[in-house]
């Protein structure tokens, strides 16, 4: 009613999901699908049932990150049935698309593969559909948050000025559109030599920590940028899959929680 009142389209909940997440972030290269992956397999491990919708159509990085290929069939209904790896069902314009193909679309194809994303594939149930959102506040980052019902937002952003602020347009995006942001997950902050453990801030220190202050959000956690995470993430093993208990992980996959 509240959205009607504001002149914005009705929203119509994705058939079979409970509640949908999205992991955001303003600026790309930031860490936002590894968290997407690591965060949907987290709540996996707490028993939840979640699938993994990758929405971002130009540079989709799901399949590589959970080790997924090929074409997905069609259900009796006519609907995607979602490629599975480790538990978690996937969707992704990877898989509707040649690997080196290029994703040169006009706006509105953009938006029909989107609808497509949203409305065509068959979930079964999932207590969990968490969204890995393209970078940017755009058409289509607008138009998921205004076309579905979005529990929450988790925002991903490197500790830099330059990511801080996208991220910032990010939050600021979700208030607009009434989804609750559930706080901001802090990526590449400290990289520890391998060899001298010296510590060293590559990208600055907090600054995701003091924008949670500033935005009144909750800080969710820091994730070390770890040669591990890259290596793993690359070879279609999430490090939450390959050593949940390593130390670069744990931040991760226990403060990232929403219940
Ligand atoms: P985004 O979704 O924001 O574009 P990705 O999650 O795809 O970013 O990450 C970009 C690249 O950085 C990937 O190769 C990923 O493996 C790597 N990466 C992300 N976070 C870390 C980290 N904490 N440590 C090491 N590499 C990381």
Known sequence: KQHMARGLPKQKPITGV??????????????????????????????????????????????????LKGNPDLSD??????LTNYGIPCMSMGF??????????RGLMVMSAIEKLLRQVDWGSLDYLVVDMPPGTGDVQ?????????????????????????ARRGAEMFKKVNVPVLGLV????VFQCPNCNHETHIFGSDGARQLADTLGVKFLGDIPLHLNIREMSDRGTPVVVSSPDSPEVSNMSTTICYH
């Open 18 to 67: 409970k509640q949908v997440i999205v992991v955001a972030s303003g600026k790309g290269g930031v860490g936002k699908s590894t968290t997407a992956g690591t965060y949907t397999i987290s709540e996996l491990q707490k028993s939840k049932s979640v699938g993994l919708l990758d929405a971002d159509v130009y540079g989709p990085s799901i399949p590589k990150l959970m080790n």
């Open 186 to 189: 802090q990526n590449m902050s």
């Open 96 to 105: 509707l698309v040649e690997d080196v193909a290029p994703i040169v679309w």
């Open 142 to 166: 607008l138009s998921i948050s205004q076309n579905i019902p979005v529990a929450g937002a988790v925002i991903v952003s490197t500790p830099q000025d330059i990511a801080l602020l996208d």
């Open 77 to 82: 209904n006519n609907l995607m049935i979602p």
